[in-house]
């Protein structure tokens, strides 16, 4: 689920990296509506990209989510290989 309107970034974020985070929930946003169109390519194209952005704008919450988003859309384009890199890298803190 894309974050709620009027969401703020963490306070310990600059400008720049708060920037970043919103450029990140644009792609999250648009994977999950080209999920939702059955676009399943350009969700995949679209959802790889935010859980960086929410890393360096260290907006953990929203990471998981779009992360979570990811995996489902990786696993339903029969992409398993890549969706359990995905949970590594989830897991190993990076």
Excluded at 6 to 29: D, E, V
Excluded at 46 to 67: Q, V
Excluded at 70 to 83: K, N
């Amino acid at each position: 689920m894309p974050p709620r309107r009027g969401h703020r970034a963490p306070a310990s974020c600059s400008p720049r990296s708060a920037g970043i985070g919103s450029a990140a929930q644009a792609f999250w946003l648009a994977g999950q509506i080209l999920r939702e169109d059955g676009d399943l390519d350009g969700a995949v194209l679209r959802s790889s990209r935010p859980t960086r952005g929410l890393t360096i704008a260290r907006d953990a919450a929203n990471r998981a989510r779009a992360a979570s988003d990811l995996i489902d859309v990786l696993r339903a384009t029969g992409q398993h290989d890549r969706a359990d890199q995905v949970i590594a890298t989830l897991t190993s803190g990076s």
